[in-house]
């Protein structure tokens, strides 16, 4: 498999570095960001490409993509995800403000579990989605590093408001830790055995403070690639350190934002700018389950106002699995129905290496989204043939 599944070509337009993947734009203007884990990366033979305004590993020179994603899928892999935002949120009314932002039920989420949400717009279109944590003094938010100030600057902004109105709540980037994924089934069984515990009673989208060999972590059961695995947020200074701790175990490998870009696909999960944008909702995007049974009844989010009648009237475009036959279908492809009429453009799409066939998502007209349905999709100007199927492509295996 190319790495071209993920980035590898650049063209310049004006001054702006497009990468052939779409991912993000980095103006020549603006220096590139260096994740804590830079150098090593460098040092573990990292292949190192723009993305979200920081310089990432897309592979390492022993492994290809292909291999770090089967890989995943079958043992444990380390992913830095250290250009995410991570931020706190703390405050009496921390509650209160963040659920005018996003769509969750913040208030009856317990303390020590996660959740993925939505920050949404006066339209009701997705500004970033975000995954939070509840802890009994704070709110730990993460959420995409190339959201990273459209997200501070509507957070900031929304929360001036809502201190001018007589609310208490604070918000903190929080710049000195960096962020870890160790993802793939034998996950548990890598962290299990450095820190000498059982993690059985640790579930899928919780989070915890634990020391790992003497270092403060943050680490969360959770992930984005359809398999068991912990996000882990450890002091800047001793992210290396650590890295170098889980790779000690031979099932642990490194692995670069190529084969996180497949697992995720496999996963049916969204990648913001391309399956999400401020003008999808989440009806649209098939994640009404975010918005809790108390939030539909009250609402009191941004946008709830064309969010809520969405549940109830339905949306004109859903988005959808798809099989693929022929040649990959990427973004932006046309999706016909069987007739001709044009109904819908993919999103991300590309080559399955666990199924062996050609995955998409996209979005189709209502009518055309049922399991099933059969469609067609332009690939170079070429009519291929395509069904709609259940998502995640590859059946998750979280740890619930």
């Not at 993000?24 to 292949?47: E, I, M, R, W």
């Not at 996003?102 to 303390?111: E, G, H, R």
């Not at 984005?224 to 996000?231: P, S, V």
Request: overall charge positive; proline content about 4%; some cysteine.
């Amino acid at each position: 498999m190319s790495v071209r599944i993920f980035a590898s070509r650049a063209t310049k337009v004006g001054r702006t570095l497009l990468f052939k993947r779409g991912y993000v734009s980095a103006t020549t203007d603006q220096p590139l960001k260096k994740t804590c884990l830079y150098d090593f990366h460098v040092k573990n033979g990292g292949k190192m490409v723009p993305f979200a305004g920081y310089l990432m590993p897309v592979q390492y020179a022993n492994t290809g993509v292909l291999a770090s994603h089967l890989h995943t899928r079958e043992n444990s892999s380390l992913f830095d995800v250290s250009h995410m935002l991570q931020t706190r949120l703390t405050g009496k009314d921390r509650i209160a403000f963040l659920e005018k932002v996003i769509v969750a039920d913040v208030q009856n989420l317990p303390s020590g579990k996660s959740t993925l949400s939505v920050f949404t717009n006066e339209n009701g279109g997705i500004i970033d989605d975000t995954v939070i944590c509840k802890h009994d003094d704070h709110i730990y938010i993460v959420s995409n590093a190339a959201c990273a100030e459209k997200d501070l600057a509507h957070m900031r902004t929304e929360l001036d408001k809502f201190k001018k109105s007589g609310g208490d709540a604070e918000l903190d980037v929080i710049t000195d830790h960096g962020l870890l994924a160790l993802q793939g089934p034998k996950s548990a069984e890598v962290l299990q055995n450095i820190l000498n515990q059982d993690l059985s009673d640790f579930k899928f989208m919780n989070g915890r403070f634990i020391k790992i060999k003497g270092i403060e972590c943050h680490v969360a059961r959770s992930g984005y690639t359809g398999e068991d695995g912990f996000e882990i947020a450890v002091p800047a200074p001793e992210a290396a350190h650590l890295s170098e701790i889980l790779l000690s175990n031979p099932v642990v490998q490194l692995a670069g934002l190529g084969a996180r870009d497949s697992l995720r696909l496999e996963a049916g999960l969204c990648l913001y700018g391309h399956d999400l944008d401020d003008t999808t909702t989440p009806v649209e995007a098939g994640l009404t389950w975010t918005i809790g049974k108390r939030r539909r009844e009250e609402g009191g989010f941004i946008g709830a106002e064309k969010i809520l009648p969405q549940i109830k009237d339905g949306v004109a475009r859903r988005r959808v699995g798809l099989v693929v036959e022929g040649a990959p279908a990427r973004e932006n492809a046309e999706m016909l129905s069987e007739s001709g009429e044009t109904i819908g453009k993919i999103t991300s799409g590309g080559p399955s290496p666990s199924l062996k066939k050609n995955i998409a998502m996209g979005y189709v007209k209502s009518g055309y989204h049922e399991q099933g349905t059969n469609l067609q999709v332009k690939v170079r100007n070429r009519l291929q043939k395509a069904s709609v199927v259940k998502m995640p492509f590859v059946p998750a295996r979280y740890h619930k």
